[in-house]
């Protein structure tokens, strides 16, 4: 028994030593460490933007507390999500919270409901565009659109039932095409299918494909915008092609478990508003082709409710549901 | 020859190199270390980078991925716990080596035939990055598919003894790849429910469990077994040779890197392919030319047993497979394997994206990234041999009874790293648990491994394929629109009928033999 | 020799049952998803059975259970697995990593050591505790439950 206090002891002294922890009050929020639960493995798009906020949040942090990343992934994210869910809301564990955390719930058996978050602020929304080849045949959306109305184009989707599949059964559904799905598991996986022309386009959220359209390696036919983008010169959106869906777009942004107080979401919310309206921040986020959208906590419940909305119709037409 | 002087210059400045040799000594430290393995050290690694010029974070990058690799073989040789997934085979070999008294030997043939393979790729890389690419590019849902079958058909080589125990292990590896949701319907299968499971059984825990935890167990039965026939344990072997091979053995050697380079390069450049394929791949086809031309002359150790020829060849083919990975991410920015996707995180963080851009918007950077490659396998071979007695004598001299523990802690700790969950811990003992038992069944590891890394790509691509295809099983074979496909399964067939014909010719020549010696004594 | 006591008999029986029993579930996944589960283990079971036929056929070939071997396993990977699982339990329950850590890495070495040398014995489970700890928490700055344990204690 000795041993285990004097061990524990050590760990004290050790831990307290590096951390400088003090005891935690309310009222002067933050007064430590505020982890940001990133619920996939480092290197990915959510990771990522997620570390480039932390390193210019920090700036507005003060002294007594940083911006921390914090990677728990599996579950296709949920095992993070369900980490946040349960989480002490004190305002010092955020969720990076994205458009899955919508449709979880609805699609599968998860501990945690939407209901359980509080939305924070947003701070990207990443369309859905449509992506074909540098070789392939189709050089303008019409022809494609021709094409998946005479027989079921092949069509490369990071996985059945996610935000990207829907995206397509939004478009049989409102347009008239038809697709052959490919699923197939990452970004990089999804590329090679597109550039080899192992399959006819793809569906994907603009970050990750912007830089490739610049390269010339892939085109951009369409974009599931209102308007058409600034940064995509000549690319009509998703309406104006006459596909009748008026935006289709994933979003990333923060949120906290429900019950955390005003005061943290707050300080949050404006600390994101900071960011935004930082120049470099603005210049990398758009160089690597994420579009900055900033919304408070008002406003990115709208997105979030707007999101359930549209994929909430798709779901239940096809019946995506995990069968039990 | 401009844009290689541009690289030349931009990594020549004396703090990026500095950096290089930095990540050189701390790759080599990170494989030496089991449980912890460049993957990881990316991973945290990614975070630091933001406040780091390119230049330098690059530099740190590439010397630590470039000798991850060969500090793994490091316990591997010395202790039999590979410290990197890619150091398995060395583990076989290498410490039967170092048990003969030639640790110092076994490890400058693995620190010399990964240099091999390491500076093959890194001029793969800097030489042929274009026509490796499209070659790359030519890898569809069919191609994949029938490379899946290749390399569960090397194994059929390695299968040795029982023909059902090697079946019944690939079978076994298979299934529990199959455990996940269905990439066709979304459909989870054979996850209790559990959503650590829902993405398939994590693979870095189940590697570290198979390869770290199973050893250490057996370590653990060789401790207890000493101790209750009442006998000391001998200490683990130490370096009392040289650490330089010297001429004609690396003479000897060359034609086993160059074929194992070859096929580390080729895999490498493949996305989705990776290290324990090749590693696997070259040790079969080595095997079948140690057998042939050494195993049973005098001096020579029957295959397994201390052949210089089965450290060299995982060890070149898993280096070669270092550099070319890059190929594609760097002349198309898809990413061939996990490391190389943990690039893409990195670029990000410096506002940087792979892919032809980048040789356009960053040329220097692009370039010294691949000169980088090159200089570092070049460096790499001074250090390592000035290091590795160091870094096995300071971690691996520690009392067996103290090192057995030690070696499960890193383990555990380092599975429970890969998504911080104790989830992951439990993952790690349970498949140390199969690996010992299935181990003591006589039941190989080889075709449980592969079957485990290419069990998905398997079942993925053939339905996709199919999907595709409309429905037609003859597209694997269609020499017009998939040749590549068809040169897979043709190699696929040789693996299998390779073995079972040399089998049966050692029969005859069994036969002939004895028929003669009856007719002499007759 | 009996069939009972050949090892071969008994891993094929096991192997048999696994293959069953994954085989009964995938027949419960939805259609596109269950054929090629479903087809693995009953290959599965099927080399299971293979092998049983095999040692009941041929009991001199297989290698044979025996009491001094199968008390080394226990007392030796078996003792090593138990304790870790028994530390990842605590890990799971949430009472730190140190701790619990250093008992595991004693309690083995006292039980791996012969001779009986406690202070030592103390300082090197502590060494190795501590200095795993430190490469983990503080180079690699893995979040380990050690964090949540601290501060929930000081608040």
């Known amino acids: 028994m000795g041993k285990t206090l004097l061990s524990k002891g050590l760990a004290v002294a050790v831990l307290s030593a590096v951390l400088g922890a003090s005891p935690v009050l309310a009222a002067d929020y933050p007064s430590k460490d505020v982890r940001i639960i990133v619920p996939f493995k480092p290197g990915g798009g959510v990771d990522t933007t997620s570390r480039i906020l932390a390193e210019y949040g920090n700036k507005h942090m003060g002294k007594k507390g940083k911006l921390v990343v914090e990677n728990r992934a599996g579950g296709g994210g949920i095992v993070g999500q369900t980490f946040a869910a349960k989480a002490k809301a004190d305002g010092y564990t955020v969720l990076a919270m994205t458009s899955s955390v919508v449709t979880n719930p609805v699609l599968k058996e998860t501990e945690y409901k939407v209901a359980d978050f509080r939305p924070v602020a947003l701070y990207n929304m990443d369309p859905e565009v449509i992506v074909v080849g540098a070789s392939s045949p189709f050089t303008a959306i019409a022809d494609l659109v021709k094409a998946a109305k005479a027989r079921p184009l092949t069509v490369t989707v990071a996985g059945i039932a996610t935000s990207h599949h829907m995206a397509g059964l939004a478009l049989e559904d409102s347009a008239g095409m038809k697709f052959t799905y490919v699923p197939t598991k990452g970004f990089g996986a999804q590329l090679q299918a597109v550039m080899g022309g192992h399959v006819e386009m793809g569906l994907f959220p603009l970050g990750e494909i912007k830089k490739h359209a610049d390269a010339g390696t892939v085109r951009i036919l369409a974009v599931a915008t209102d308007k058409p983008m600034k940064i995509l010169p000549g690319v009509p959106t998703w309406q104006d092609s006459g596909l009748n869906v008026k935006r289709w777009t994933t979003f990333r942004g923060w949120a906290v478990p429900k019950g955390t107080p005003d005061k943290a979401v707050k300080f949050l919310s404006d600390l994101l508003g900071k960011i935004s309206a930082d120049e470099a921040y603005v210049k990398q986020m758009t160089d690597y082709g994420f579009p900055i959208a900033y919304e408070d906590a008002k406003g990115f419940a709208e997105v979030v409710t707007d999101y359930a909305d549209i994929t909430d119709k798709v779901i239940k037409k096809h019946g995506l549901k995990e069968k039990k | 020859m401009t844009e290689i002087a541009l690289g030349f210059a931009t990594l020549l400045h004396p703090t990026v190199l500095g950096f290089l040799l930095i990540g050189i000594v701390a790759g080599l430290i990170v494989g030496a270390i089991p449980g912890l393995n460049d993957n990881i050290a990316f991973a945290i690694f990614i975070p ?373 969950s104790v989830f992951s811990i439990g993952v790690a003992i349970a498949s140390g648990i199969v690996g010992y038992a299935t181990r003591r069944l006589g039941i190989p590891h080889a075709p449980l491994i592969l079957a485990l890394v290419l069990g998905r790509t398997i079942e993925d691509n053939l339905s996709n394929a199919l999907n595709i295809g409309g429905g037609n099983w003859l597209i694997f074979l269609d020499p017009a629109e998939h040749p590549i496909s068809v040169a897979l399964m043709a190699g696929a067939a040789l693996f299998i009928v390779g073995p079972l014909l040399s089998g049966a010719r050692r029969r005859f020549q069994a036969q002939r033999r004895a028929a003669e010696l009856e007719l002499e004594n007759g | 020799m009996h069939v009972v006591g050949i090892i071969d008999f008994w891993s094929g029986l096991v192997f048999a049952c696994l293959g069953a029993a994954a085989c009964v579930m995938a027949l419960g996944f939805d259609s596109d998803s269950s054929t090629y589960p479903a087809a693995l283990a009953a290959a599965l079971m099927g080399l299971g059975l293979a092998l049983v036929v095999k040692a009941v056929r041929r009991p001199a070939a297989a290698k044979a259970v025996d009491a001094e071997g199968s008390r080394i396993i226990l007392w030796g990977p078996g003792l090593e697995v138990g304790v870790w699982c028994l530390w990842a339990l605590t890990l799971w329950a949430g009472l730190g990593y140190i701790g619990p850590a250093f008992l595991a890495v004693l309690f083995l070495i006292m039980r791996h050591c012969a001779d009986r040398r406690t202070r030592l014995h103390v300082a090197q489970a502590a060494g190795v505790a501590i200095g795993v700890f430190a490469i983990f928490y503080l180079i690699f700055q893995v979040p380990l439950p050690e964090l949540e344990f601290i501060r929930d204690m000081l608040e």
């Not at chain 2, 085979?89 to 170092?98: R, S």
Request: with cysteine; aromatic share 10%; net charge neutral.
């Open chain 2, 48 to 420: 630091l980078s933001f406040s780091l010029s390119p230049t330098y974070a690059f530099a740190l990058m590439v010397g630590l991925y470039c000798s991850a690799a060969v500090g793994g073989s490091i316990p591997a040789i010395m202790v039999k716990v590979p410290g990197t997934a890619s150091a398995v085979l060395t583990a076989i070999d290498g410490h039967a080596m170092a048990r003969n008294g030639f640790a110092g030997r076994a490890l400058g043939i693995a620190i010399t035939s990964s240099v091999f393979g390491g500076f093959s790729s890194a001029l793969i890389l800097l030489f042929f990055a274009p026509p490796m690419a499209a070659f790359a590019l030519r890898f569809g849902y069919v191609e994949n598919f029938s490379l899946g079958i290749l390399g569960m058909a090397s194994v059929i080589g390695l299968l040795g003894g029982s023909i059902i125990k090697g079946l019944l292990s690939a079978v076994l590896g298979l299934l529990v790849a199959t455990i996940g949701f269905s990439l066709q319907t979304g459909y989870p299968r054979y996850t209790f429910g559990i959503d650590n499971l829902y993405e398939g059984v994590p693979f870095v825990p189940l590697l570290v469990g198979l390869f770290g935890i199973t050893a250490v167990l057996e370590l653990s039965e060789e401790l207890i077994r000493d101790r209750r026939k009442g006998v000391a344990s001998p200490d683990m072997p130490r370096i009392t040779d040289s650490l330089f091979i010297g001429w004609p053995l690396a003479k000897r050697l060359l034609p086993t890197w160059l074929q194992c380079s070859l096929l580390g390069n080729v895999i490498g450049v493949i996305p989705g392919a990776g290290m324990l394929m090749a590693i696997y791949m070259g040790y079969e086809r080595i095997s079948h030319r140690y057998q042939r031309l050494f195993a049973g002359k005098p001096g020579e150790p029957e295959w397994g047993q201390g052949a210089p020829e089965g450290i060299a060849a995982p060890e070149s083919a898993n280096n070669a497979v270092v550099a070319s990975s890059m190929v594609p991410l760097l002349s198309l920015g898809i990413p061939g394997n996990s490391v190389s996707a943990l690039f893409i995180g990195a670029m990000m963080i410096q506002g940087m994206v792979p892919g032809p851009l980048l040789f356009i918007d960053h040329a220097d950077i692009a370039w010294m990234i691949i000169v980088a490659f090159l200089v570092a396998n070049v460096l790499m071979w001074p250090i390592a041999y000035a290091l590795v007695r160091t870094i096995s004598g300071m971690v691996f001299r520690l009392p067996k009874y103290v090192l057995v523990p030690t070696i499960s802690l890193l383990c555990l700790t380092g599975a429970y790293s890969d998504e911080n």
